[in-house]
């Protein structure tokens, strides 16, 4: 694994205050940190960001019926989107402690002993971030799914591009768990079993969603 530094403007702002430019900058310049469990938390945030634009779309005259669950959506996802920013901090500062993890002293027996320790609980710390992506993946397609037969159908390809963005938010999470686990006693990465597992599940529902969205535009 590479040893992470952040860099100094990320860590000044967060996702959150940064302009996308320099994101995209610094996303590809030679440093570790933003990488790929970032995109996974930034994937999930647009996912969630464009459910909540559909949702606001779908609050015309004709859509009162169903004005509660719209609401209920807005919230919902606008709370993911925020949620999943978030996640992206958290995932560059836990690849950042790795990097400190592996940089202790292992002189000593005893200082061998505290920077295995130190290292795992940092991997452990970097896999839970990705695997609370998936929580988020699998939540904002939960609210897609049941914001397409009530949503505008004029907005209705952003239902399909939240699921895409949700999927690739739960695969890229997989290989960012992966990485991690792998050097992991087994009895931690067995954790991790449960969200792994969860993948092929939402990548299929996420599949399913496309489709449905494919056959409306279509006309189907």
């Known amino acids: 694994m590479s040893e992470p530094t952040q860099s100094p403007q990320h860590a000044a702002s967060g996702f959150a205050g940064s302009p996308i430019s ?9 440093v570790p940190a933003p990488g790929g469990g970032a995109v996974a938390a930034l994937h999930a945030a647009q996912a969630a960001a464009l459910v909540a ?6 609050t015309r005259a004709k859509d009162a019926d169903h004005r509660p669950v719209i609401d209920r959506i807005v919230a919902a996802a606008d709370i993911a989107r925020e949620r999943a920013l978030t996640l992206a901090d958290a995932d560059a500062e836990a690849f950042t402690a790795v990097g400190a993890a592996y940089k202790l002293p292992k002189g000593t027996d005893s200082e061998a002993t505290a ?3 130190a290292i795992h609980e940092a991997l452990l710390e ?3 971030v990705p695997a609370a992506v998936i929580d988020a993946a699998d939540e904002i397609l939960a ?3 049941e914001l397409l037969p009530i949503g505008n159908p004029n907005v209705v390809t952003d239902i399909g591009a939240a699921a895409a963005a949700a999927r690739a938010a739960a695969v890229t999470s997989q290989l960012n768990i992966e990485i991690n686990v792998v050097s992991l006693p087994e009895e931690h990465a067995a954790a991790f079993s449960e969200a792994l597992v969860r993948i092929e599940e939402i990548t299929d529902r996420a599949e399913t969603l496309h489709q449905e969205v494919l056959r409306a535009v279509r006309g189907g």
């Open 22 to 30: 320099d994101y995209l900058g610094e996303l590809a310049a030679k």
């Open 53 to 58: 634009m559909v949702a606001r779309y779908t």
């Open 115 to 117: 920077r295995t320790a």
């Open 126 to 128: 970097a896999a839970r």
């Open 143 to 145: 609210l897609a799914t």
